[in-house]
């Protein structure tokens, strides 16, 4: 089991998306040993409630609840908000997980946007703007997301004019756009948030790990990452900065930051462009029809 290494988050409340493989899963596991209210999303019922039961026989907690939902769908981003929202609760961390790489050929959401980009970064806008005003309410609170030094895969800055990959498609360098996007938008909602109460960071595992994030692309990558698995980080090694930033107290108050493991690499210049970021920002308002006053 990952050590949380955090003060008890016993009366506190988690949401984590993603949250029945892989990083989600294990980071779900790790905090629930610190005694929150979990919320986990996720696509697929039965993998759900399997996971709540792993859960409560590992840990202890019972305290788990689940909010179905395809957060490649925005109808279903913002149905799973309303969910949480009417049940009153507080929300003391939001962890961003969810993501996948897409498919050989280019797919589109339902709502007519590249499905890697509307999954891996338009959800992660979407939701946690739905869920901040709670946030905010429940300040010191923290948003956590899950990004990957993928972003590394986009040569130069943010493709503004192909970032749906309409005219050049390759699923792993969607992939990286879809990644780099998550740490602009990560200091962008920083910066926008300074002094709430509410920080946000991002995190990714320092190497591949052993998940099966990227198993939809074709035959040849499930087979390929199957026989790489037994080289790659497990997924409770590559949760540790993910549930680092959820729940340490010795980041309490940090925002805007990006980390690599336990570690705080330097980004390159196309990740720490505020131009790019708050140019995205006004995208993803528009793409999703949400948005959120700039700071004063």
Same mark, same amino acid.
């Given at each position: 089991?990952?050590?949380?290494?955090?003060?008890?988050?016993a009366g506190?409340? &988690?949401?984590?998306? %993603?949250?029945?493989?892989?990083?989600?899963?294990e980071?779900?596991?790790?905090?629930?040993?610190?005694g929150?209210?979990l919320?986990?999303v996720?696509?697929n019922?039965?993998?759900?409630?399997?996971?709540?039961?792993e859960l409560?026989?590992?840990? %202890?907690?019972?305290? #788990?609840?689940?909010?179905?939902?395809?957060?490649?769908?925005?109808?279903? #981003?913002?149905?799973?908000?309303?969910?949480? $929202?009417?049940?009153?609760?507080?929300? !003391?961390?939001?962890?961003?997980?969810?993501g996948a &790489?897409?498919?050989?050929?280019?797919?589109e959401?339902?709502?007519?946007i590249?499905?890697?980009?509307?999954?891996?970064?338009?959800?992660?806008? $979407?939701?946690?703007?739905?869920?901040?005003p709670?946030?905010?309410?429940?300040?010191?609170a923290?948003?956590?997301?899950?990004?990957?030094?993928? /972003?590394?895969?986009?040569?130069?800055?943010f @493709?503004?004019?192909? /970032?749906?990959?309409?005219?050049k498609?390759?699923?792993i360098?969607?992939? %990286?756009?879809?990644k780099?996007a998550n740490?602009?938008?990560?200091r962008?909602?920083?910066?926008?948030?300074? %002094?709430?109460?509410?920080?946000?960071?991002?995190?990714? @595992?320092p190497?591949? *790990?052993? *998940?099966?994030?990227a !198993?939809?692309? !074709?035959?040849?990558a499930?087979?390929?990452?199957t +026989?790489?698995?037994?080289?790659?980080l497990?997924?409770?090694k590559?949760a540790? @900065?993910v549930?680092? +930033?959820?729940?340490?107290?010795?980041?309490?108050?940090?925002?805007?930051?990006?980390w690599?493991?336990?570690?705080r690499?330097?980004l390159r210049?196309?990740a720490t462009?505020?131009?790019?970021?708050?140019?995205?920002?006004?995208?993803?308002?528009?793409?999703?029809? #949400?948005?959120?006053?700039? @700071?004063r």
């Amino acid at each position: 089991m990952v050590d949380a290494g955090g003060l008890p988050l016993a009366g506190k409340v &988690v949401m984590i998306t %993603g949250a029945t493989s892989g990083i989600g899963r294990e980071t779900a596991r790790a905090l629930a040993v610190l005694g929150p209210r979990l919320y986990l999303v996720a696509r697929n019922s039965a993998r759900a409630d399997a996971t709540v039961r792993e859960l409560a026989a590992a840990t %202890g907690n019972r305290d #788990v609840h689940i909010l179905l939902g395809d957060l490649s769908a925005q109808s279903d #981003v913002r149905r799973v908000a309303s969910e949480f $929202l009417a049940r009153g609760d507080p929300l !003391h961390v939001l962890c961003n997980n969810a993501g996948a &790489v897409g498919r050989l050929r280019r797919q589109e959401s339902v709502d007519g946007i590249e499905a890697t980009f509307a999954l891996n970064h338009l959800a992660y806008f $979407l939701l946690t703007l739905l869920l901040l005003p709670r946030l905010r309410e429940s300040a010191p609170a923290r948003v956590v997301n899950v990004a990957s030094d993928a /972003y590394k895969d986009v040569k130069g800055r943010f @493709p503004f004019d192909d /970032y749906q990959a309409a005219r050049k498609y390759a699923p792993i360098r969607q992939y %990286g756009v879809s990644k780099l996007a998550n740490i602009l938008f990560t200091r962008e909602l920083a910066r926008r948030l300074d %002094g709430s109460g509410v920080t946000v960071n991002a995190a990714t @595992p320092p190497r591949l *790990t052993g *998940t099966r994030f990227a !198993h939809n692309v !074709h035959a040849g990558a499930k087979i390929a990452l199957t +026989l790489w698995r037994p080289f790659a980080l497990s997924p409770r090694k590559g949760a540790r @900065p993910v549930v680092h +930033l959820c729940s340490s107290p010795e980041v309490e108050g940090e925002t805007g930051t990006y980390w690599s493991g336990m570690t705080r690499p330097a980004l390159r210049d196309a990740a720490t462009n505020d131009d790019d970021a708050r140019r995205l920002w006004d995208l993803s308002a528009a793409l999703t029809g #949400v948005d959120l006053q700039p @700071p004063r």
